[in-house]
């Protein structure tokens, strides 16, 4: 990956904190080239001072218009070294873009089944050891009301899909046939885990060794708060317990990781199953770019680091060092407009106000999974966080 010379970022204005992606490209002396549905005099003066040229098209969803806007780009400046969004919405088409242009680095075509269809995730993390969830395809309804019988509760979610969105619990017959009787297709039927979400994160060099990791706590499930509205809370723990470590590195073997931001997620499970011990970690899913919205900065608040010029350093020269400062648990709580809380943004800021780093709006794209205002805060201590976060939702 030494001497890259070209990099090509697709909607490098959403979310708003990757402009800083490509400012740690061009500080290593990468050519950064963006394109973007946004207008460019809308763009950041960050971003546009990250970036050599932008190219605005009508749609991003638009494959042919994405296509010439690259074509041009290399056209114009020689051989692409890599493509990347970062973004779960993109990463299908970021692999057909590398794929129809030769361009190195990343995914391509052939590689993106196991790590966007969770059906063949399993079997990846099956190859690293790691337990995972017994599932069927939502294809025939008396096959999944025999699941279902035998597990005696499902979860059913796109096999291809992002977050939460479209996710159902299924506890009875009758549930599951007013499911099929939607015509939902590309589903999975898993068993439900009884189980606290937690994640193994990393920046992976060119050799699939990771170069900086941490991890993230859910304490609700996300279904719920997407689906029932519930305060949207998470936290980066202050240090990455062992068991999640080892999970998270023998996945990145199994799936072949190399030279990207990856977000895996793990059910520590919450009772004794079939699955495993009380304790224990169980897989969920695979998620090859960094965890959404604010996370990043979260990571730097919670490791004294910069991820972004890690991650630039690594895209830039294959591997990258950094020096971790004080470290501590970093908050996140998404509030709802439609909900009214006991502690008004005035009360929240009096108390909390030396252990804020951020608070504002939320992007409506996220809004679904991380609520419409934010805040996010440091403490020492996990009991003073969960404290914070409990404070915030009543």
């Known amino acids: 990956m030494s001497g890259m010379k070209n990099f090509i970022f697709l909607s490098p204005n959403f979310p708003d ?9 061009r500080e290593q002396g990468v050519r950064v080239l963006g394109i973007g549905d946004c207008p460019y005099d809308n763009l950041s003066d960050a971003l546009r001072a990250s970036l050599e040229e932008y190219y605005k098209v009508g749609d991003l969803g638009n ?5 010439s806007a690259v074509a041009f780009f ?6 692409c070294d890599a493509l990347e969004s970062n973004n779960e919405f993109w990463l299908e088409r970021d692999a057909r873009l590398r794929t129809d242009f030769n361009i190195p680095s990343g995914f391509h075509v052939q590689d993106m089944k ?4 969770k059906s063949q995730m399993k079997e990846k993390y099956r190859l690293a050891g790691i337990p995972v969830a017994r599932y069927v395809l939502a294809e025939d309804f008396s096959v999944c009301r025999e699941f279902l019988r035998k597990v005696g509760c499902a979860c059913l979610k796109p096999d291809n899909g992002v977050g939460a969105n479209g996710n159902f619990k299924i506890s009875n017959e009758e549930e599951l046939r007013v499911f099929f009787e939607k015509g939902l297709t590309g589903y999975i039927m898993e068993e439900f885990v009884n189980g606290t979400v937690c994640s193994y994160d990393a920046i992976v060099d060119c050799l699939g060794n990771p170069v900086f990791e941490t991890g993230n706590i859910t304490p609700h499930s996300l279904m719920d708060i ?8 998470f936290y980066i723990v ?4 062992d068991d999640v470590r080892d999970a998270g590195r023998r996945a990145l073997k199994a799936f072949r990781v190399k030279s990207r931001f990856v977000h895996f997620e793990f059910f520590r499970l919450d009772e004794d199953c079939a699955l495993g011990k009380k304790g224990s970690i169980v897989a969920l899913e695979v998620n090859m770019r960094p965890s959404g919205g604010c996370s990043p900065d979260m990571m730097n608040y919670a490791n004294s680091v910069d991820v972004y010029r890690i991650w630039g350093e690594m895209m830039a020269k294959g591997t ?4 971790r400062g004080e470290h501590c648990y970093c908050m996140f709580v998404g509030r709802r407009t439609v909900r009214n809380y006991k502690l008004s943004h005035e009360q929240i800021l009096q108390r909390y106000g030396e252990h804020l780093k951020s608070y504002g709006g939320v992007d409506s794209a996220l809004a679904p999974a991380m609520g419409n205002y934010h805040y996010i805060a440091v403490f020492d201590t996990e009991e003073e966080g969960k404290a914070f976060i409990t404070a915030l939702s009543e």
Do not use: D, I, M
């Open 63 to 67: 494959y042919e218009e994405v296509y």
């Open 226 to 233: 997407v689906n029932e509205g519930a305060t949207s809370c």
């Open 17 to 25: 904190s990757y402009w800083r992606f490509c400012a740690a490209l």
């Open 320 to 323: 990258a060092g950094y020096e």
């Open 74 to 79: 290399l056209f114009k400046y020689g051989r």
């Open 238 to 241: 202050k240090e990455l317990a």
């Open 114 to 117: 196991p790590v966007k269809y």
